[in-house]
């Protein structure tokens, strides 16, 4: 029987190998990987308004899909505009016309972004997004 105190070499499928990149990332225990919190972890809990996301240029928002559509020049390029109360955003994906089918017009949706450093004012572009709904 296992605890919360328990070497993490003792569980099933935890090799040398494994063992090896567990303690290099200080997790020895078994309470120690309860506990780890991934290196990219973006907490979603927060939702904010797209005024405040423009401004801190990553967050959840809840937003109305206002339009969206599926240009082809080389890349397959996806434009998909948002609105809430505070304002809107034209998010822009590059090869991901699936989304055309995902998004539907008026459906009102959680998203979830991390804008890259260097973007635009008007128009974002979005390198990983996740549909919260």
């Known amino acids: 029987m296992f605890n919360k105190d328990t070497d993490i070499c003792q569980l099933k499928g935890v090799g040398t190998k494994s063992e090896y990149f567990y303690r290099k990332l200080g997790i020895n225990t078994v309470r120690n990987l309860l506990s780890h919190i991934p290196f990219r972890y973006q907490d979603s809990s927060n939702i904010i308004s797209i005024n405040v996301f423009k401004e801190l240029k990553e967050g959840t928002f809840l937003g109305e899909i206002e339009e ?13 505009k948002v609105k809430d109360d505070s304002g ?7 090869n991901q016309a699936y989304l055309q089918k995902t998004f539907k017009k008026m459906m009102s949706t959680f998203l979830m972004q ?20």
């Not at 969206?68 to 998909?80: A, L, M, N, S």
């Not at 809107?88 to 590059?94: D, E």
């Open 68 to 80: 969206v559509k599926t240009t082809y020049f080389r890349k397959k390029i996806t434009t998909v």
């Open 88 to 94: 809107s955003v034209r998010l822009v994906f590059f």
């Open 114 to 133: 991390k804008l890259p450093r260097k973007t635009e004012e008007k128009i974002f572009t979005i390198q990983n997004t996740r549909n919260l709904s």
